[in-house]
C-alpha cells in the first residue's frame, strides 16, 4: 500500500524512529523518491549517521577524532536533503489508532505528539547485559555509541589501564582486544563456547586462535563469567564459572545485542521468538501504515528461510531503501539475510558468508536435514612465484544435489574478503560449485592465480560431485576401517603423523601399488588435501577404492586443537 497523505498536504508525512544505518538510509532514499514528501527523522542519542563499525577504532586511536565517526550531521539532513532530523529526541509511544506518536525533548524536558501517514522504526538494538553482580561497577563497559567509546578511551588514559578483560569472542570482542593492545593494555577474552568467533565453524577458527596467542592476547574458552567485583585501588575482579577469577583495570562486555523493540510491543506489533520485530518482505509490520528496519527486526535467512536476526550495517542499508520504495508503492523487496561479514585482527583477516556447518547440523537435529558436502584448501592470495605470497584457509559448503553454494569461510591475510564477496554473490544467484569452476575472475600475478582459490575450491567440489575424486573428513577416521596412506615425504611423515598411517611418498606411489590391498577402501592424505588428491586419482584408475581426506594434515591439527 502506497502511503497517502492527509489533506492538505501534497505529499506524505513520513516519520522515522532511528537515525543510523537504517533510519539515515530510509530518510535519504525517501527523499530521493519524492520532493513532497515531510520527513523527519528522531534520534534519542546525540548523533545520527554514525559509524558503529569504527567505535573499536576510535578506541585504539588509528580513528583519532570523533568528528571522523560521524558520516552526516543533522544540518547536512536539512540544507543537502531537506529533512528534518531531531536528535536527543525519545519516542515513548505509538497511537496506531490515530497515527501519532509521542515524543519525549530530551534536551526541553517536554513532550509532544506528531502524526505520520508512514512510521519507519529503526530504532537499532542494545548490548546484551545480563543481570550479573557487579555489571554495573565503574569501569564495566559496553561499546555501542560514540559516547560509549568516548567513555572508554576516557578510562584507558585517566586510570592508566593495562589489563583488561573482555567478555565474548565475536566481532566486537576482537576489534576491541587488537585495539586495546594497541592502546599497551593486556587483554583476556573470556568465550562461553570452545572457539571464537560464533560465525565460523570450530576448526576454521583454531588459526584465529594460535594468531591470538601469538599476539599476546590470553583466550579463555567454555567458561561464563558469574560475576564483577570491585578490590582495593578501583581494580575489577571477573569470575568465571569454572572458579577462574582475572584481574583487570577495565572490562568490556561483548556477548552480542538484543532488539531494540520495546517500542514496538507496547504498540501491540508483532515480535518474532528472537525477540526482533517481524516484518514481511517488504519491510511492513502487521500495520499498513508501520515499517521496520536495520537491527531491530527479524528478517528470513536467504537459504534456509528461517526467521532470524542478523546486526550488520550492509543489510540495515538495504532495508531502509527497501522500506522507502514500499512507502511509495514500488515494488522492491527484501531477499533475506545470509550472514556475510568479516573482521580484521592484527592483520589477520576472518570472513564467511552463508550457511556453517554448526547450523546444519542444528537444523538436521530440528528435523530440517539439508544434504551437503564441504571442501578445504590452503591456496594462495596470488602466485606463489611473485613476492608477499600469503596462505589462505578456506571451508565451502555446497548441496551434494546440484552443488548449490550453500556456505564459505576463509581466514588469512591478503585476499579473503575478495574470496567471500565471490562466494556471497554466488549464493545470492544461487550458483553452483560448477559455476566457480568457471569463473573468470581477474588474474595478475600480484592479485591472484590462473586458477584463483574460489576456482580451485569450485574444481574440488566439482570433482568429488562428478565422483572423479571422493571425498573423507578427518571426522569420520575413527570410525573407518580404511587403509590411511600418508603420501608426503619421509621427512614430513616422520615430523608427524596419525597414528597407524602407512607412508608411501607420491613419488613412488605407482611403483609400489603392490604393497596395498583391493578388497578395502584408502584413504590419501598429504599436508593440505593437493599430493593425497593426485594420488586418490592415481589408484582409482588403477582399479583402487580411494578416497581423498580434505584438507590435509593441517585441518587435522586444526581440528585437535579444540
Not at 492527509?6 to 532514499?29: E, H, K, Q, Y
Not at 515524543?103 to 506528531?114: A, C, G, N, P
Request: hydrophobic share 40%.
Amino acid at each position: 500500500m502506497k502511503a497517502q497523505a492527509d489533506a492538505g498536504r501534497d505529499g506524505p508525512r513520513i516519520l522515522i524512529v532511528g537515525g543510523v544505518a537504517g533510519g539515515a538510509s530510509c530518510a535519504t532514499r525517501a527523499r530521493r523518491l519524492s520532493e513532497k514528501a515531510e520527513i523527519v527523522v528522531f534520534e534519542r542519542g546525540p548523533h545520527v549517521s554514525f559509524a558503529n563499525c569504527g567505535l573499536p577504532y576510535y578506541v585504539g586511536d588509528v580513528i583519532t577524532e570523533e568528528q571522523h565517526l560521524i558520516v552526516a550531521k543533522p544540518g547536512l539532513f536539512r540544507q543537502r536533503f531537506n529533512i528534518d532530523v531531531r536528535t536527543l529526541s525519545n519516542v515513548l509511544a505509538i497511537d496506531r489508532e490515530n497515527r501519532e506518536i509521542e515524543v519525549e525533548d530530551l534536551q526541553r524536558s517536554s513532550r509532544y505528539r506528531e502524526k505520520y501517514d508512514a512510521l519507519v522504526l529503526a530504532p537499532g538494538a542494545m548490548p546484551i547485559r545480563p543481570p550479573l553482580p557487579g555489571i554495573d561497577l565503574p569501569g564495566v563497559f559496553s561499546l555501542r555509541t560514540i559516547e560509549d567509546s568516548g567513555s572508554i578511551r576516557d578510562w584507558v588514559s585517566r586510570h592508566n589501564a593495562r589489563t583488561a578483560v573482555i567478555v565474548g569472542g565475536g566481532f566486537v570482542g576482537l576489534e576491541m582486544a587488537e585495539n586495546l593492545v594497541r592502546r599497551g593494555v593486556s587483554v583476556t577474552i573470556v568465550e562461553m563456547q570452545n572457539h571464537v568467533m560464533p560465525a565460523l565453524d570450530y576448526e576454521m577458527a583454531a588459526p584465529i586462535h594460535n594468531h591470538l596467542d601469538a599476539n599476546g592476547v590470553v583466550l579463555h574458552l567454555q567458561d561464563a563469567v558469574t560475576e564483577f567485583s570491585q578490590e582495593a585501588g578501583n581494580g575489577l575482579i571477573v569470575n568465571t564459572r569454572s572458579g577462574k577469577t582475572f584481574a583487570a583495570d577495565l572490562v568490556i562486555l561483548a556477548i552480542g545485542v538484543r532488539p531494540d523493540a520495546a517500542l514496538a510491543r507496547s504498540a501491540g506489533l508483532e515480535i518474532g521468538d528472537r525477540g526482533g520485530i517481524r516484518v514481511d518482505e517488504r519491510m511492513r509490520t502487521g500495520d499498513e501504515h508501520i515499517w521496520a528496519v536495520g537491527d531491530a527486526v527479524e528478517v528470513k535467512d536467504f537459504i534456509t528461510g528461517e526467521w532470524t536476526g542478523l546486526a550488520l550495517g550492509g543489510p540495515a542499508n538495504r532495508q531502509g531503501r527497501i522500506a522507502a520504495d514500499s512507502i511509495f508503492g514500488r515494488d522492491s523487496v527484501f531477499r533475506g539475510v545470509q550472514g556475510t561479514a568479516v573482521c580484521g585482527i592484527f592483520g589477520m583477516t576472518i570472513a564467511s558468508t552463508g550457511l556453517t556447518e554448526n547450523t546444519l547440523t542444528r537444523l538436521a537435529k530440528a528435523g530440517r536435514p539439508m544434504d551437503y558436502e564441504k571442501v578445504y584448501l590452503y591456496p594462495n592470495n596470488h602466485v606463489a612465484y611473485y613476492p608477499g605470497s600469503q596462505e589462505i584457509m578456506m571451508k565451502v559448503i555446497f548441496s551434494t544435489g546440484e552443488g548449490r553454494v550453500l556456505g564459505a569461510q576463509a581466514v588469512g591475510r591478503d585476499g579473503v574478503d575478495k574470496r567471500i564477496d565471490v562466494m556471497a554473490l554466488a549464493i545470492q544467484k544461487g550458483a553452483t560449485v560448477f559455476d566457480l569452476e568457471e569463473a573468470e575472475l581477474c588474474y595478475a600475478p600480484q592479485y591472484g592465480a590462473a586458477k584463483d582459490p574460489v576456482n580451485i575450491a569450485g574444481m574440488i567440489a566439482s570433482n568429488a560431485l562428478r565422483a572423479d575424486a571422493s571425498l573423507a573428513h578427518w571426522e569420520g577416521i575413527k570410525d573407518t576401517d580404511a587403509m590411511v596412506l600418508d603420501v608426503r615425504s619421509p621427512k614430513e611423515y616422520a615430523s608427524g603423523h596419525l597414528d597407524g598411517a602407512i607412508n608411501i611418498p607420491l613419488e613412488e606411489l605407482r611403483s609400489r601399488l603392490g604393497e596395498l590391498p583391493r578388497n578395502r577402501e584408502i584413504w590419501t592424505y598429504c599436508r593440505v588435501g593437493q599430493r593425497s588428491y593426485y594420488a586418490a586419482r592415481l589408484l582409482r584408475l588403477n582399479g583402487f577404492t580411494a578416497s581423498n581426506i580434505s584438507g590435509g594434515i593441517r585441518t587435522y591439527e586444526y581440528m585437535s586443537q579444540i
